[in-house]
């Protein structure tokens, strides 16, 4: 049978009102986690309440396995959208390979919260991060619904091992963004290789902005090292594409490796 929403400790929640918490503090799993959809190491999924990871961890060996979306190490997918929610992940990581569809996140597969924090997190060991689609990142595959006054941020954060996407939009840290605001500072991507089988695959980031005002993608004190290997256009060695409207990037750089379309 097909089984949805399943994570190491909370499969889904059933609240679904912004306003309400879910926190899962001082945490390990050490267990493999399998499912279909919204499959994560902590958490599979939840609706529109806020989400407050701090301090846990997913270790030894195995995997996180879904054969659909939204799959991550920690959480498979937050938030339908609605105004005012969050996700934050804060001094957690997770050591396992993760494998999905679309939106496959080394912590974080997907989520629609208006405000997504990643901060002093890892995906550790040298693992493979991999989507049979699209939107597929070391850290996170896929935030934000470009409403405005989203926000998404990694500080302090980094992933270790092979990032591999079979469709567009495959980052090193990031897949896709579609926050209007997109922050990444005191971050890396080290060791193994980012492959994308379409377009935009980058270092870092594979994809942020909708193209509308006030977008912008700041990068500070990054760096990304490792190949980057992309099958269509734009592929670069931190960046595939952004279209926000102001793009800043400070005190970072390329350490290793190449970006290429094969």
Do not use: C, H
Not at 126 to 149: D, P, Y
């Amino acid at each position: 049978a097909t089984v949805n929403n399943v994570g190491g400790f909370l499969g889904t929640t059933s609240f679904g009102a912004a306003g309400t918490t879910v926190t899962i503090p001082n945490s390990t799993v050490a267990a493999s986690v399998s499912g279909a959809s919204q499959v994560g190491g902590l958490v599979g999924s939840t609706s529109d309440e806020d989400v407050i990871v701090t301090g846990s961890s997913l270790v030894g060996s195995g995997s996180i396995t879904g054969t659909g979306n939204n799959v991550g190490g920690l959480v498979g997918r937050t938030g339908n959208g609605a105004a005012g929610t969050s996700i934050t992940i804060t001094n957690s990581s997770a050591s396992r390979s993760v494998s999905g569809a679309s939106s496959v996140g080394g912590l974080l597969g997907a989520t629609a919260a208006e405000q997504a924090a990643v901060t002093g997190s890892s995906k550790a060991g040298l693992t493979t991060v991999q989507g049979s689609g699209r939107w597929v990142g070391g850290l996170v595959g896929l935030t934000g619904n470009g409403a405005a006054g989203t926000t998404f941020s990694i500080i302090q954060s980094g992933a270790n091992g092979n990032v591999v996407g079979g469709g567009d939009y495959v980052g090193g840290l990031l897949g896709s963004s579609g926050a209007r605001q997109v922050t990444i500072s005191a971050s890396s991507k080290s060791n193994g290789i980012v492959q994308g089988s379409g377009e935009s695959v980058g270092g870092l980031i594979g994809t942020t902005g909708t193209g509308g005002g006030g977008t912008t993608l700041s990068i500070d004190d990054t760096y990304a090292n490792g190949n980057v290997i992309g099958a269509g256009d734009y592929v670069g060695g931190m960046i595939g594409s952004s279209i926000a409207k102001r793009l800043t990037v400070t005190k970072s750089n390329r350490a290793v490796g190449n970006g290429q379309a094969v």
